[in-house]
């Protein structure tokens, strides 16, 4: 028997109202109401924390276009990585970014958290 957890709607709201000085409540938003709307059960956590994930990805490509890099893949280098995971999580850095810029990071920080929980409930 399936054991249910919720939705993703619950887990993003918590998210939302534990970290109120940080995330908005129209973050939730990213998140298609289709997914939001999805019962969480002990069988669908890993495939939904993915598509959750997908979500993010965008996002980091987005980011990735914003700070002036190639949207193709192949040109990704490690360097290119390291840039974007130092805007992502190194405040100082953060801090640098334009305010649409820094939008998007809070943007990415709030579906992985999102991503994370769905995969650990």
Not at 21 to 47: C, G, Q, W
Not at 94 to 118: D, G, R, S, W, Y
């Amino acid at each position: 028997m399936k054991k249910v957890l919720g939705n993703v709607r619950d887990v993003a709201k918590q998210i939302v109202e534990i970290n109120q000085f940080y995330y908005s409540a129209e973050l939730i938003e990213l998140i298609p109401d289709s997914l939001l709307e999805r019962i969480l059960t002990d069988k669908n956590l890993h495939e939904t924390s993915v598509e959750i994930d997908k979500l993010r990805f965008k996002k980091e490509d987005e980011l990735l276009q914003m700070l002036g890099f190639s949207d193709s893949k192949s040109k990704i280098t490690k360097s290119v990585l390291r840039e974007l995971a130092d805007a992502i999580n190194i405040k100082e850095r953060f801090e640098e970014l334009l305010p649409e810029q820094q939008q998007i990071v809070k943007e990415i920080k709030f579906l992985n958290n999102v991503a994370q929980t769905v995969l650990h409930r």
